[in-house]
């Protein structure tokens, strides 16, 4: 079975600093992985995946992910954090034709 | 439309009641999804369609949990008899193609509250 952990469930970082959001994954085949952000009161709303090729994604708001087979690995990254960028954030992953199975969760606080 | 939709946003129920959750896809999305969210956990998959086709039903948790997708664009899941482990954010997503790994688009979610 497919799965996915989010070790944090809170990560704090100043504003201006780099932030990371860790992700790992199990899956049997080759995975297709996915990170999601929330707002408050708001749905899922997507910001970038991995499906094949580069292993550096870019994707939505500054932020990108890194693609790491022997780590089994999809860490989100950013550079320089923003207040606006607290918000809760999920990774998600699917292989064949299993249904997409996501992490708990990981809330993002980033203080001026 | 502009994205996915779903009503109501809230629902308020008592126990024993059956309740009917909508979803309006993205124009032209094939494929369409429930999740269940409980507070503090990521979605969970319930049940998707292609077109008017359930094609997976294995993430409902029990019989008193339907769904019906009749032409193929909105959708209505349907828990029967509702309990208060029902209550939850219910989230409907559409994409694309039928084919994964297509990104999946999320509406803004159904908060169901069973007394």
């Known amino acids: 079975a497919q799965s996915v952990a989010q070790p944090e469930d809170q990560v704090n970082v100043a504003e201006g600093n780099p932030l990371t ?3 790992t994954y199990s899956v049997s085949g080759n995975p297709y992985l996915f990170w999601y952000v929330q707002y408050p009161n708001r749905g899922l709303q997507f910001l970038l995946k991995y499906i094949t090729g ?3 994604v870019k994707g939505s708001y500054g932020f990108e992910a890194e693609f790491n087979k022997s780590q ?3 860490h989100l990254k950013k550079p ?11 990774c ?3 292989s064949g034709n299993t249904p997409l199975v996501f992490g708990k969760g990981t809330r993002l606080s980033v203080i001026a | 439309g502009a994205g996915v939709s779903q009503s109501p946003r809230y629902k308020v129920t008592k126990r024993g009641q059956d309740v009917a959750l909508r979803c309006d896809p993205i124009s032209g999305h094939v494929s ?3 999740y269940r969210q409980a507070l503090g956990q990521g979605p969970e998959f319930l049940t998707y369609f292609n077109y008017e086709a359930q094609q997976d039903k294995s993430g409902l948790p029990n019989d008193r949990f ?3 997708r009749p032409e193929g664009s909105i959708s209505t899941l349907t828990i029967q008899r509702t309990e208060q482990r029902d209550s939850a954010m219910y989230r409907c997503a559409s994409s694309r ?3 994964i790994p297509d990104t999946q688009y999320f509406g803004p979610g159904t908060r169901l509250t069973v007394l």
Request: aromatic share 18%; with cysteine.
């Open chain 1, 54 to 56: 580069d292993n550096l």
């Open chain 2, 97 to 99: 193609a039928s084919g």
């Open chain 2, 32 to 34: 369409l999804y429930w």
């Open chain 1, 92 to 94: 998600a992953v699917y």
């Open chain 1, 21 to 23: 959001v860790k992700c």
């Open chain 2, 66 to 68: 339907s769904a019906e």
């Open chain 1, 72 to 74: 089994t690995s999809f």
């Open chain 1, 80 to 90: 320089s954090a923003l207040v606006s960028d607290s918000a809760l954030y999920f």
